[in-house]
């Protein structure tokens, strides 16, 4: 069973609408955690890092929260432009190690006008 | 250019042949990290470097695989033999001492046919 899942897997939401995504995880004890942006034939770019005594963090429009206790996370977009389709890979890090990193599948955003 | 470098982009070669890619990662990061990807799917860990050192491989780098980081700085990913399994983005990434600094390439494009 994979350590990070991701959900939903895929959506299609309208230019301007807002939309979160949900990360839930098992690693324990964990590091940090990161949402990181994956457009299409290229690598994930960093969006937000939170460590496990942090509850949200912002990149401009991108906001994630995270919840220690029930080990979930979510990526909130506002006001999504198209540039924002891509996928959204939720990584966990571990407090033992920085070279096993739990990653998810991504959540696939299409934005459509 | 202060990013994680990878070279080529895009590879295309016929079943059977070898194949070499390049990362130069951040200068002052000493830690190197290969990954495979393939569509749909979060990155997959092939193996670890810190300094010159291949500290860690996973059991997904077959004997056919090859990494290596002679003074520490670059790293090159051989594939010998390739097959069409082998089709996928394999990505660089490079961190520093500290846990937050985790950075990739653009990744490099493999299509085996």
């Known amino acids: 069973k994979n350590q990070v899942e991701q959900s939903p897997q895929s959506l299609i939401i309208l230019e301007g609408k807002n939309c979160t995504l949900q990360c839930n995880y098992t690693v324990s004890p964990f590091s940090n955690l990161r949402w990181y942006k994956q457009d299409t034939g290229r690598g994930p770019v960093s969006l937000t890092i939170m460590t496990f005594s942090e509850n949200t963090k912002s990149n401009g429009r991108y906001t994630a929260t995270l919840d220690a206790d029930t080990k979930q996370s979510s990526l909130h977009i506002t006001a999504s432009q198209l540039s924002d389709s891509a996928s959204y890979i939720c990584?966990?890090?571990?407090?033992?190690?920085?070279?096993?990193?739990?990653f998810g599948k991504g959540n696939q955003v299409v934005v459509i006008p | 250019d202060t990013g994680v470098s990878q070279d080529p982009r895009h590879k295309i070669t016929k079943r059977g042949q070898n194949v070499t890619f390049r990362c130069d990662p951040i200068s002052e990061h000493n830690r190197l990290y290969w990954y495979r990807q393939t569509l749909g799917q979060g990155p997959e860990f092939l193996t670890y470097f810190q300094n010159e050192a291949q500290l860690e491989k996973s059991r997904l780098l077959s004997d056919r695989f090859s990494a290596e980081r002679p003074k520490g700085s670059f790293s090159t990913l051989e594939i010998q033999r390739t097959e069409q399994g082998d089709s996928a983005m394999y990505l660089c990434a490079s961190s520093g001492t500290g846990k937050n600094g985790y950075t990739f390439g653009s990744g490099t494009r493999l299509t085996v046919v």
């Open positions: 990584v966990v890090s571990p407090s033992y190690g920085n070279n096993r990193l739990a």
